[in-house]
């Protein structure tokens, strides 16, 4: 019996694929480079598993990926001796997206070839990137350690359905046949595929192998027939890059390895590579993506680094050696400061790990004012990350003053909405006299540049930040100073703009005050209970009134959110 079913994909699958075939055309090649990454994760998976047990190799430690084609059949086959997968493997990992959110960022595509392209790219296609230049794919696989007949076969058209049938399987591992489509018989070539190989999978430390046939030639150069020795040959690098010299490494090879690390299709906006040796003995290759990924607001959306022990693949997104605000940088941590078992639990409880975060979170940082110091590159950075790096100084006291000088804000300065101000550009534009750094908060960007509390502050030329963020508001409660300079809404507590006004105009001001005492008076009588007081200002320019809050109440946009919550 070999138990053969046919089911049909997800639904999610099935609009991926659909969109994927038309959008990723001019890409194709992307295939191979998913592919490679798969066998290589899996040839990491197994060599984890196998520091318990090593029986899980069967006797085949070598790890490996073989990569064979045929022009005639138009076929091209990959090979790994990794960890494999069984039934219930197959099912979920090559009939459904498991990742939160999806349904959401397929709804967003548009039918339009290039911005889906880039949509599609930035959710990362994986596995299913067969289907662009193959009309079917057969997937022949057993896990490690299992029996021989647990072996699986998963055949599919691309077209809405697989079959999944039992197959004896000696080898564990798995093996993926595709069988290409007329207009991508280019893919079965030596050459084509070499190139291909070295180009995305270089930078991988298991070694990818292509059968290489030699024929012994006679005297005169000519080939001796009978006399081919076909063998197979390493064709990548088959060095982990990070393990490699810095000067020997150059920046294709480093954006290459981020789109393996990362599953992204762009180029990164710029990474750090450090080797440390002292009290922590540690590598990181820390890479600023050059987009968002499509979930980086999921609560549960992947973050964190690649982590690696003494060269060993430990695990994914191990979170926690970056703090959330930096959730966006992607890279690969390599560190003899933690053990082989090292197990997420355990992570939690080794203060190595703080110890190590903390370093990383540096490096981070650091890696950002550099970046910073390209403009354009730093807008890019910003206008795609800056609100998540606003969370920083609410999350990270410690680094607080660092990244406060990474924020940018729009500001009076411009009276764009683009965020582009950092505070040190302000710091250095602050009028004679002037202590604060001058800030208001509101809904939308115009109902911030349009406030009346502004007036005063157009008037004698003193710059304001327009900060409408949802998260801007937190973010001020944090930051308290900066250069030295405090920070002041200028929608509450009493207006004071230092020593920006003479004597003669603060006492024009208290006699105006008190010439309107009895209008006071009688407004605050008509007002009642929905005041706490009523004063006379000189905020205001042009608008009759205004509403203040008191130096420590909650703001609107605060107070709102708490009302959201339920507070
Ligand atoms: P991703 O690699 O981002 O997880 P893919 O679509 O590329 O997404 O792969 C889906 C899953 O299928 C992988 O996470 C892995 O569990 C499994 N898989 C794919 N290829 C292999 C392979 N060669 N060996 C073992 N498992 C694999
Ligand atoms: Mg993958």
Redesign the pocket.
């Known amino acids: 019996t070999t138990h053969e079913e046919t089911l049909g994909f997800q639904t999610e699958v099935k609009q991926l694929l659909n969109l994927m075939i038309n959008s990723l055309y001019s890409n194709r090649e992307i295939f191979l480079r998913?592919l490679i990454?798969?066998?290589a994760?899996?040839c990491d998976k197994l060599r984890y598993a196998a520091l318990d047990n090593d029986g899980l190799y069967e006797g085949d430690s070598e790890l490996r990926v073989e990569i064979e084609h045929d022009a005639d059949a138009g076929t091209v086959t990959l090979r790994?001796n990794?960890?494999?997968?069984n039934r219930d493997?197959v099912i979920a990992?090559?009939g459904t997206i498991a990742r939160s959110g999806t349904a959401e960022f397929l709804q967003q595509l548009s039918g339009e070839q290039q911005k889906d392209a880039k949509l599609i790219g930035q959710f990362?296609v994986?596995?299913?990137s067969s289907f662009i230049v193959a009309d079917e794919v057969t997937v022949r696989?057993r896990k490690a350690g299992d029996d021989v007949a647990a072996g699986v076969e998963w055949r599919s058209k691309g077209e809405g359905e697989f079959t999944i049938a039992d197959i004896e399987s000696p080898q564990h591992g798995?093996e993926?046949v595709l069988k290409l489509k007329d207009d991508a018989q280019e893919f079965a070539d030596d050459f084509r595929l070499q190139n291909l190989v070295r180009k995305y999978s270089d930078h991988i430390e298991v070694p990818v192998r292509m059968l290489k046939t030699e024929t012994a030639k006679d005297d005169d150069g000519n080939p001796i027939e009978g006399s081919e020795v076909t063998t197979w040959e390493t064709v990548n690098e088959a060095t982990a890059l990070w393990v490699r010299p810095k000067s020997d490494i150059s920046d294709d090879e480093y954006k290459a390895f981020y789109k393996h690390v990362a599953?992204d299709f762009s180029d990164p906006l710029t990474w750090s590579h450090n080797k440390v040796e002292g009290k922590l003995e540690y590598t990181s290759l820390l890479y600023v993506p050059g987009r968002a990924p499509f979930d980086m607001f999921e609560r549960d959306g992947a973050r964190g680094v690649k982590l690696y022990v003494q060269r060993v693949f430990i695990m994914d997104d191990a979170e926690q050696f970056l703090p959330l605000y930096l959730r966006f940088i992607k890279g690969v941590l390599d560190t003899r400061d933690l053990s082989l078992n090292v197990s997420r639990e355990l992570l939690q409880q080794d203060p190595k790990v703080d110890k190590i975060k903390s370093a990383l979170t540096k490096r981070g940082l650091d890696m950002l004012k550099k970046l910073a110091k390209d403009t354009e590159q730093y807008q890019t950075f910003w206008n795609t990350f800056g609100s998540v790096l606003k969370e920083g100084p609410g999350e990270d006291a410690a680094n607080r003053e660092k990244i406060a000088g990474l924020l940018r804000f729009a500001s009076t300065h411009t009276d764009t909405a683009a965020q582009e101000q950092g505070l040190a550009d302000y710091v250095e534009r602050m009028k004679e006299g002037q202590q604060k750094i001058y800030y208001v908060v509101a809904d939308s960007f115009n109902a911030a540049k349009h406030s009346p509390h502004l007036e005063i502050f157009r008037k004698k030329g003193i710059e304001v930040l327009l900060l409408s963020d949802r998260i801007d508001e937190w973010l001020m409660s944090h930051l308290t100073e900066f250069e030295g300079k405090s920070f002041a809404d200028v929608a509450k507590g009493e207006l004071d703009l230092g020593d920006v006004e003479d004597e003669a105009e603060k006492k024009e001001q208290e006699e105006t005050a008190k010439a309107k005492e009895s209008l006071v008076k009688r407004v605050k009588e008509a007002l009642g209970d929905g005041v706490q007081d009523v004063k006379v200002t000189h905020r205001l320019t042009d608008s009759p009134a205004c509403v203040v809050l008191p130096e420590h109440e909650m703001g609107y946009q605060m107070r709102r959110i708490m009302e959201a919550a339920g507070q």
Do not use: P, Q
Request: no cysteine; charged share 20%.
């Open positions: 998913e990454s798969n066998a994760d899996a790994d990794g960890i494999g997968m493997d990992n090559l990362g994986g596995f299913y696989t798995t993926i599953h």
